[in-house]
């Protein structure tokens, strides 16, 4: 019992970073409806400026001065951020600003990297409680009573102020109806700017506050990332005690599951997380009103339409010059060219769901991973001819997708997303654990293409046949009645039900057929590396192919694949550069902000102004 409730309060004391962290995060997503990734940044930047307060504020006046300084000084970069990255974009669609807070993640990165240097930093000793007190004969930080008595404080301060202040007020309202608020004369600007400043100067706070805990290095911001938005997601989107009640859960299991079942520790908190969101669609305390977009973000598009005979003549030349290509182009070129197709086969796949269907999936790489190793399995272990073992890729990630489709699309909007995150990483755990069959992060290797496609160029052909072919076929599922009934699903479900369309069993359907365009781009991944590792099916690999579909375009059909190929190519230039993330980053930002609407859209629009195309409207 005594060893039970010392893990107890360890849990307890873990909870206090993540509840400041989440708690930031829920108020800015309540508010502004932000899927704000660059959060576990701000956390990051609190624990190194909280270590340089420290270094010169001596004594207890100075440590704890240092932990409030430190969320001050993170609240005004965060309002900084809002302000420059942020606000401009607020009229694209919501989930668009996604891409534009992973460019702030990539900044982020090298300046902390160029200001605070590689090497990771130490926290200091909280001053006056060093040592341990016994409690039941366990010894017990000191620091971490003094934390568990923090906590509640924290939140009945910010509870006073969302209750009790008017800041509150038009905070609660926000957070009901944004548009009703506006029309009542509040400048929403300044509004979701002090909002923002806010939820990262708590960040900054949690990050400083777990100082004596830890320290600071620069992966931590995606270390705690995935946890801030589990917490978030099981409490309920922009409930703060659904955030406490949350964190404390989730901290207190993950201390019992190093102590009892340590394999558990890197999937148990996303375990709960689908649990809960299987039983309460919106969390603990959520309710549905604030559970994100259903459907598509912004104004409804123009009607699709087929490519005319111009744009069928451009794609066929197109494809035209790419097989002719191995006739001048190097084998270097080539590679890079196949990583492309298959990159964009893979993008096209989640373009298919996220773009017709208004689904936005976290966890795609499940799918794109999947196929890969359900190919690799049948070489590595049972000698299976390259053919057949391709061919079992797609097959093996749409009953894959069948059976996370089965949960996920009973929910909508960040639930949707954040439940196909949770399906992900347990699939990536069974790939990471199971090292009897996968290997764990060994990987699986030695897994060729048969030798008539042993050849750079012969197999560089095989994917342009294949991963065109893919992309060609979502295309065409778009235009047929199928992708006309997902689309009207899309934009207003309830007149599609109306209709006598079965709008969730179409969803699920789609939600299958991209699995299975996932698998087959994994099954071209996995021979032209010869290998798969478990990073493929990581967390990453969906935001990814998630940035490439927005940088593209989500309302274009070619986004997917323009993206792709952008993001592959800048990256392939960019990474030669020694701080080649911050680079990256502005870029993202700066095509965020000029090209609202995609680099298709954008140049499309573009070209329909000057004259060189048509509008759809004219057409």
């Avoid at 990159?343 to 689904?359: P, Q």
């Amino acid at each position: 019992m005594a060893f039970f409730f010392a893990q107890l309060l360890t849990g307890l004391a873990n909870a206090a970073a993540l509840f400041l962290v989440a708690s930031g995060l829920s108020l800015i997503f309540g508010v502004t409806r932000i899927v704000n990734f660059a959060h576990g940044s701000f956390y990051m930047l609190g624990a190194y400026i909280g270590i340089t307060f420290m270094d010169v504020l001596p004594g207890h006046v100075g440590f704890w001065g240092a932990i409030l300084l430190s969320g001050l000084a993170v609240g005004l970069i965060g309002a900084l951020v809002e302000i420059v990255v942020l606000r401009p974009i607020y009229k694209a669609p919501e989930l668009f600003q996604l891409v534009a807070t992973f460019g702030v993640i990539l900044v982020i990165q090298d300046l902390a990297l160029m200001i605070f240097g590689a090497e990771d930093k130490l926290g200091p000793r909280a001053p006056g409680l060093r040592g341990v007190w016994r409690i039941f004969g366990e010894p017990i930080p000191k620091y971490d009573i003094v934390l568990i008595a923090i906590t509640p404080v924290i939140l009945l301060a910010l509870w006073w102020l969302i209750t009790r202040t008017r800041l509150g007020v038009l905070v609660r309202a926000a957070t009901q109806d944004r548009e009703m608020v506006g029309a009542l004369g509040v400048n929403q600007a300044w509004l979701f700017t002090g909002v923002f400043a806010l939820g990262s100067a708590l960040a900054g706070l949690g990050g400083a506050i777990q100082l004596p805990k830890g320290g600071a290095d620069l992966l931590m911001d995606f270390n705690i990332i995935g946890s801030v938005f589990v917490v978030v997601v099981i409490g309920g989107m922009g409930s703060l005690p659904g955030a406490f009640i949350a964190a404390v859960l989730i901290s207190v299991l993950n201390v019992f599951g190093v102590a009892y079942l340590p394999q558990s520790t890197l999937v148990l908190m996303f375990v709960v997380m689908a649990i809960v969101l299987i039983i309460r669609p919106y969390g603990l305390l959520g309710r549905e009103e604030v559970a994100g977009e259903h459907g598509q973000v912004g104004r409804p598009e123009e009607p699709i339409r087929p490519y005319g005979l111009t744009g069928r003549l451009v794609i066929a030349a197109l494809l035209a010059a790419l097989a002719l290509l191995p006739l001048i182009a190097e084998p270097f070129v080539l590679i890079l060219l196949t990583d492309i197709i298959i990159f964009a086969l893979f993008a096209a796949s989640l373009h298919f769901i996220l773009g017709t269907g208004g689904l936005v999936s976290f966890g795609h790489a499940a799918f794109f991973g999947g196929g890969a190793y359900a190919a690799a399995l049948l070489v590595y272990w049972t000698d299976t001819p390259m053919e057949l073992a391709f061919l079992f890729a797609p097959l093996a990630a749409g009953l894959l997708a069948l059976m996370i489709g089965w949960f996920c699309i009973r929910l909508s909007g960040v639930y949707f997303a954040m439940l196909t995150l949770a399906f992900s990483q347990l699939v990536w755990s069974l790939a990471f654990q199971w090292r009897q069959v996968t290997r764990g992060d060994d990987g699986l290797i030695n897994i060729w293409p048969a030798d008539w496609l042993s050849g750079t160029t012969t197999y560089y052909l095989f994917t342009l046949i294949i991963g065109a072919g893919g992309i060609i076929a979502l295309r065409h599922v778009i235009h047929a009645p199928f992708g006309y009934a997902l689309r009207a699903g899309r934009d207003s479900p309830r007149q599609a039900e109306a209709m006598g369309i079965d709008v969730k069993k179409v969803q699920f359907m789609a939600f299958a057929l991209a699995g299975v365009m996932a698998g087959l781009a994994g099954g071209l991944f996995v021979f032209a590396k010869g290998s798969i590792f478990p990073n493929e099916l990581e967390i990453e690999k969906s935001f990814d192919a998630l940035i490439v579909v927005f940088l593209g375009g989500v309302k274009t059909l070619a986004g997917g694949v323009v993206g792709a190929t952008f993001l592959a190519t800048v990256e392939d230039w960019l990474t030669r550069l020694e701080y080649w993330r911050l680079i990256l980053g502005v870029v993202i930002i700066a095509v965020v902000i000029l090209f609202p609407e995609g680099i298709v859209g954008t140049t499309r629009r573009v070209a329909a102004r000057v004259g060189l195309i048509k509008s759809r409207e004219e057409a």
